[in-house]
């Protein structure tokens, strides 16, 4: 998943109707803790003049690459483009089709479908958000050349599983790990795992620039050549086109940025983690099992929750009351991408994917940014749990 709703606003400002002061995501929070730091590196690169690509992209791509565990990195415009460039990369055509999962940001499906290819859906697991990986085999075809799993809100789809098919069957992986960055299946870093793994710097991303910024990464050194001549128009020396490319540069500003924010990457996800363990202590406290299923983790590194996204009951009644109350929430997302507009061409229709489609309308997330105050969390439950005291 590329993005998320917050492309429509400033989630830092997402207050409660209240005005319990309680926010979503407290990116000025974050900004406090470094500011020197960041100043800094934006000075750096005014003062050198160099704004696109260059020596602090090339200092971001060797850090990000040991940082998520693979060969190499490429930095690009946004974590859509990754997805696009990954999948140019690979000399996918038109009427090739990719396995992935509906209950996603519509820039994964929408990437396939704007390269010509075929997005071909998988049911998702109930427990985890993740796409169904029994299920994907039996949507492999003669025209399948790649699955597309989706990392979502930072906890990995089961890349054993997937692996091995893959392996199985001679297709490529494209991880779309735009939320999961320092995520970790099986000790190994998302993005690492499989042909190619897509990341986005949204602000609103663990690790978000200050504006558009994307990554793609791989262990493959023939693609990663591709990659760095596909986003600059296909050309490997100036005017000199070899392949049909495009522009996606990362600017240099937002890797001197990013650069700074990696080094204190692994200490906020620790910081989510806390955040999520303190939810389930005050859901247990408050007898809340029976209303909500909380989120899946089989590992302590495994999760990074770029979002906390619960399961509720009742859900849009219960995001109702919270707004009433001054608790600001989201939902990702309202709709399963088969039942959108866009991909109606596609065929698909309602009950073909019940466990996304479910989810739709059960699935919502709760503040969980690394300096969430302890006492929010708790107006947070205490509004939950009073909603369901009230509706029994």
């Not at 606003?9 to 020197?36: H, P």
Request: proline fraction near 4%; charged fraction near 20%.
């Amino acid at each position: 998943m590329i993005t998320d709703m917050s492309t429509q606003r400033d989630l830092s400002a997402s207050t409660g109707a209240a005005g319990t002061g309680i926010v979503f995501l407290d990116l000025k929070a974050q900004f406090a803790t470094i500011r020197e730091e960041l100043i800094a590196a934006a000075t750096r690169v005014l003062e050198s003049q160099h704004f696109i690509l260059g020596p602090e992209v090339e200092a971001l791509e060797r850090e990000a690459a040991q940082y998520v565990g693979a060969k190499f990195s490429i930095g690009c415009g946004s974590g859509s483009d990754a997805l696009l460039l990954a999948q140019m990369a690979l000399g996918i055509e038109p009427n090739d089709e990719i396995i992935t999962t509906p209950f996603t940001f519509g820039a994964t499906a929408g990437s396939i479908a704007r390269i010509g290819a075929r997005p071909v859906f998988v049911d998702i697991r109930s427990d985890t958000f993740n796409i169904d990986e029994r299920q994907i085999e039996g949507a492999i075809t003669s025209r399948t050349r790649a699955i597309m799993p989706v990392h979502l809100f930072g906890l990995p789809a089961n890349m054993d599983a997937i692996l091995k098919l893959a392996e199985k069957h001679h297709l490529a992986v494209i991880e779309d790990a735009a939320q999961a960055i320092g995520a970790r299946w099986e000790q190994r870093g998302v993005g690492s795992l499989g042909t190619l793994g897509c990341f986005s710097f949204f602000p609103s991303k663990n690790l978000g620039g200050a504006g558009d910024g994307g990554m793609v990464t791989t262990n493959d050194g023939q693609l990663a050549e591709r990659l760095r001549i596909l986003r600059v128009h296909g050309c490997r020396e100036k005017y000199h086109y070899e392949l049909l490319g495009i522009n996606s540069r990362l600017d240099a500003l937002q890797a001197a940025l990013l650069r700074v924010k990696l080094r204190h990457l692994d200490e906020w996800a620790d910081q989510r983690r806390r955040n999520a363990l303190r939810y389930r202590e005050l859901f247990a406290k408050h007898e809340l099992a029976q209303r909500l299923a909380l989120p899946y983790c089989s590992h302590p590194k495994g999760h990074v929750y770029n979002q906390y996204s619960i399961r509720a009951l009742r859900r849009n009644e219960l995001r109702a009351h919270l707004q009433a109350q001054g608790i600001p929430s989201e939902v990702y997302y309202p709709s399963s991408l088969h039942l959108e507009p866009a991909f109606a061409y596609l065929g698909y229709g309602a009950g073909d994917f019940p466990n996304a489609e479910a989810a739709s309308q059960e699935a919502l997330s709760l503040p969980i940014y690394p300096e969430l105050p302890l006492k929010d969390q708790c107006a947070v439950v205490a509004s939950i749990a009073q909603f369901y005291r009230g509706n029994h």
